[in-house]
């Protein structure tokens, strides 16, 4: 097996589905979450790391008139959205497009995907950036979004505190023994990754610092509508 991409997660992305439910608490509430925070009258949606499409498939269900464009560097994750996307019949409102969301962030002007979205999601996928290009990501979604548009991402958030690392990570290991199993049982099925364009392993910052880096793009509004320990969905209106 090849050198993953930061956040393809799996040796094998037919293991993704199952195996995220497994390895992340509540995986299936914040995908969730997220289309809930949107106006069901979105029509144009911008999705940024978009794997293997689960996020998708719940916004295209919620917003009957929207068209999503979907960011994924990994020809392999989006070759499997596609698939479920056409499976569910929303093949004509989604469009998948291989490319870096640093790229976009920096260089909008070479991605022909216009800058009047009314939505921006996106989950478990920015948190691979360093803090100095989440920061420029969401000036870029900031600018790109209509008048009134809000952005919503989920993410893994850095524990404030050595104690409330260890709580965190004690609740993975409870929630994987739910499942019946175990994180090192999981984690035997995790690829290995390496730096790929703008991304590279777990770059955390605290809730804190995302909210901060939020106001600091242009959000008028920032909000919190779920946290559960170290796992948390933020964003707000611009
Ligand atoms: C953990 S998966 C999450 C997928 C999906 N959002 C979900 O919640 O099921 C993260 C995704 O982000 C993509 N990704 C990470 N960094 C990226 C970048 N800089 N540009 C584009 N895609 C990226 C990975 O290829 C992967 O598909």
Known sequence: ?????????FANTIDFD???????????EIIDVIPRCLPTSSRYILELGCGTGEVSLKVLKRCPEAHIVALDYSPRMLQFAQAKITAAGYAQRW????????????NPED?????????????????????????????????????????????PILPESPTLAEIYQAVR??????????????????????PQGHSSQDQLATLDTHLQMLTQAGFQTVAVPWKYYGLAVFGGWR
């Open 1 to 9: 097996m090849s050198q993953l991409f930061p956040g393809e997660v």
């Open 18 to 28: 199952h195996g995220i439910r497994q390895l992340l608490p509540r995986y299936d």
């Open 95 to 106: 469009t998948g497009i291989q490319a870096d969301f640093g790229d976009w962030a920096i």
């Open 111 to 155: 991605f022909n995907i216009g800058r009047e979205f009314d939505a921006c999601v996106s989950s478990l996928a920015i948190h691979h950036l360093y803090d100095e290009m989440k920061l420029k990501l969401f000036q870029q979604i900031a600018a790109s979004l209509s008048q009134n548009g809000c952005f919503w991402n989920a993410d």
């Open 173 to 194: 290991e409870e929630w994987a023994s739910q499942q019946g199993t175990n994180l090192a049982d999981i984690r035997a099925k995790l690829g290995n990754s390496s």
